[in-house]
């Protein structure tokens, strides 16, 4: 089976750094996700990470270590729009490629 | 990249009827998924359903309340069957298209309430 742990909710000032942090436990592994969810939004691709270490988009990073089970979204100057849902996601190899998706974190971005 | 389309986006029904959900994808597309999502809750897998076979569903769903039809590469349906209040819900349909990243996408999402 898969599980997934994200913390709940994080808090940052706009402008700042943040990083949300997902554990994982999967029988297979295929992938790790993030994607971003806007309140009464479907969600939308950040990154996909499927070999260890660091993938840089602009002002999203996202880092993998496959053998501790663990990723991190890293928000750089951050901006009130980057206030959401961020969801990790692990894309399995049995019984299909599905992706299963964490609770999400929900982030609120300050002045 | 892939645009999905679902209908109806947003339905309010009585307990006990049902309802069908429709999915249209602007490409063919082999992996096509669809997830339901409560109130302030991340998406749960419904089931997996690929074109020319029977939809997979994940632990907790089953066929009889929740069929699916998948007739061709760019079409699925979803139903909710026997619907309670317990139902209510928000109902996406999503496909993977390939590529590097094996990037999925999602349609805008059916707003089901049942009364």
């Known amino acids: 089976g898969q599980n997934i742990d994200q913390p709940t909710e994080m808090t940052a000032t706009e402008g700042a750094i943040v990083q949300i942090n997902c554990t994982y436990q999967?029988?297979?592994?295929?992938?790790l996700f993030w994607y971003q969810q806007h309140a009464g939004e479907a969600p939308t691709f950040l990154s996909y990470?499927?070999?260890?270490g660091l993938e840089e988009k602009g002002r999203f990073s996202s880092f993998l270590s496959r053998s501790k089970g663990y990723s991190y979204l890293l928000l750089k100057e951050l901006q009130m729009k980057d206030s959401a849902s961020y969801l990790c996601a692990v894309r399995g190899n049995t019984g299909g490629f599905k992706t299963i998706f964490g609770a999400g974190t929900r982030l609120f971005v300050k002045a | 990249s892939a645009v999905i389309s679902q209908k109806p986006s947003r339905d309010i029904c009585q307990r006990g009827t049902s309802l069908t959900i429709q999915c249209q994808v602007d490409s063919q597309v082999t992996m096509m998924f669809w997830y339901r999502q409560q109130p302030g809750q991340s998406l749960t897998l419904i089931a997996t359903a690929n074109q020319g076979s029977e939809a997979t569903y994940e632990s907790g769903f089953v066929i009889d309340k929740f069929p699916i039809s998948r007739p061709n590469l760019t079409f699925s349906t979803l139903t909710v069957s026997n619907m309670s209040p317990e139902d209510s819900s928000i109902y996406l349909c999503?496909?993977?298209?390939?590529?590097?990243?094996?990037?999925?996408?999602f349609g805008p999402g059916t707003r089901l309430t049942v009364l």
């Open positions: 999967t029988s297979g592994f295929n992938g």
């Open positions: 990470n499927v070999l260890d």
């Open positions: 999503s496909v993977e298209v390939g590529g590097a990243d094996n990037e999925q996408f």
